[in-house]
């Protein structure tokens, strides 16, 4: 069972940055393929980033290219995602969640933070 716990959400105004973090409990953090996904009310759940597999290949919605940069820390079994230049669009519930290898689709999911980006 893997425990995912983000972190670092809050309120700011457009243009500014946040750092979200999420620790997980589990020994081989390394393996797993990370992402960060957010949800509005009135959206679907929709995928901001990833990192995994070889070299640990990073992935982005072409909405955040440029913008946010997903990175780990495998020794201390913890994934980022730094956020510059914030638009008020980005306002959503940040969730972090973690694929096994043998896995087709993300199982492990956390709480979520939320991200208020105000105009």
């Known amino acids: 069972q893997v425990q995912l716990v983000e972190s670092g959400g809050g309120l700011v105004q457009a243009g500014e940055s946040l750092r979200l973090s999420c620790a997980a409990s589990?020994?081989?953090?390394?393996?797993?393929?990370m992402a960060w996904y957010r949800k509005t009310p009135e959206k679907e759940r929709e995928f901001v980033a990833s990192?995994?597999?070889?070299?640990?290949?990073?992935d982005y919605a072409d909405s955040v290219k440029g913008r946010f940069t997903i990175s780990r820390d495998n020794e201390r079994n913890t994934l980022f995602l730094q956020m510059n230049s914030l638009k008020p669009e980005d306002t959503a519930v940040y969730y972090c969640a973690a694929r096994s290898p043998r896995s087709a689709v993300f199982d492990y999911w956390g709480q979520g933070t939320q991200v208020t980006v105000s105009s």
């Open positions: 990192s995994g597999g070889v070299l640990f290949k990073t």
């Open positions: 589990v020994r081989t953090f390394s393996i797993y393929t």
